[in-house]
């Protein structure tokens, strides 16, 4: 592999992590929204 | 000196070694000396340190001639602590009836148990509210602070190793020792202890050397922000319960190979905020305390010369500094972001504690906010990007692991 196919391959691993980041988030609003507030 | 031999085989058996394997074994003692001396004293962290220290001494004191396992006819330099490259079920057994610390090993080092076993124990001492309470936040802080685990892959590739190498190492920019632990067995087992060890090392002296880098990247009027004008909601028990039970399905439904690791640390939380005192009791007080125990003093027992002269060490000691420089930088830049974002209301040094480190980035965000303005108590606001730090780098582990496999 090299150093160029590597960025890329971990810029996509990067961007997942980003994306299922956001989905976490998205779960806490939903579950928030049916759940009672402390 | 055949009487020398059998009476002194320890002193001996530095004439039966090579030369640079002598001195490193040597140099390593004093190591072991320094990890001890430094985490009695705080400055290293001492519940990893102090064990990880006593086993680097007393595995390279501890040297002799002995029968080799693998191959009974040959002799070889070994230890009466455990030998770590023993493979086939036959191997391990007999390895069982002679190493003392052999089924620790086999059972629990082999199969990742030992970094699930932590993870437990850090679920179960975690506070969600400060994330929860502000997950956008926490989570936009946590992103940018993977920088390294980011930028390391590609640098290691360039240093020369493998894919699968590569990977492991770029998870110490994560800041998560478990985390690089679990990921280092998985991908490169022939380089576990040196990853494992480099990580441990630079997590410990994170307290220490985050706060330079904090002083070189953020000027004073920056660090003094108070954040008085920011709230954090108030979130109940329910709240906490239904998210980790939600997340810790869609992880390990997403990533099937990191599974045991969302388990393990959805499992502590919910027992926290299920309140059965027992299992708290049980988690944090004896499998926490446990398992970090064995963790730093087997660690320390694998750390034996002929680990050390290994010629990737010193590329590895580079690559762990690099990895986690760029997530301090990465944190710190996400830290500006947010603080233009929200017209100077936030400080930027919490962007640092989202390179996980549970709680140790925090803290030193806490820290340095305090010497500069002793009103700015930014502790709790910290604590948000921090555990989002330990979910973004427990995603991104399971994402190498899974996708480095495929390649």
Known sequence: MGVWDAFKFALNVYMLMTAITILVWFMIVIIGKFTKKG | MEQLIHVFPGLVSFSQMPTEMAIARVILIFIGFG????????????????????????????????????????????????????????????????????????????????????????????????????????????????????????IAIWMGFNPKEAAAIATIGGADGPMVLFASLKLAKNLFVPISVVSYLYLSIVYSGYPFLIKALVPKRFRGIDMKEMTITKVSAEEKLAFSIVTGTVLSLLFPVAAPLFVSFFLGVIIRESKVSRYMFFADDIILTGSTLFLGFILGCLLSADVVVEPKMMKLIILGFVALFLSGVGGLLGGYAVCWLSKGKINPLIGIAGVSCVPSTAKVAHKCANEVNEEAFILPFAMGPNIAGVITTAVITAIYVTKVQLL
């Not at chain 2, 990742?112 to 802080?141: H, Q, R, W, Y």
């Open chain 2, 35 to 154: 990890m001890v001396y430094f985490g009695y004293k705080d400055v290293l962290e001492p519940l990893l340190m102090i064990p990880m220290g006593v086993g680097v001494c007393l595995v390279n004191a501890g040297l002799f001639m002995m029968p080799d396992l693998i191959d009974p006819s040959k002799q070889k330099l070994g230890t009466m602590f455990l030998d770590a490259m023993v493979q086939t079920s036959d191997q391990h057994i007999n390895a069982m009836q002679v190493y003392f610390l052999q089924p620790i090993y086999a059972l629990t080092f082999s199969n990742g148990l030992i970094a699930c076993m932590v993870f437990l124990g850090i679920g179960a001492i975690t506070e969600l509210d400060f994330f929860i309470g502000n997950p956008k936040l926490s989570l936009m802080l946590a992103i940018p602070a993977e920088l390294g685990t980011f930028l390391t892959f590609p």
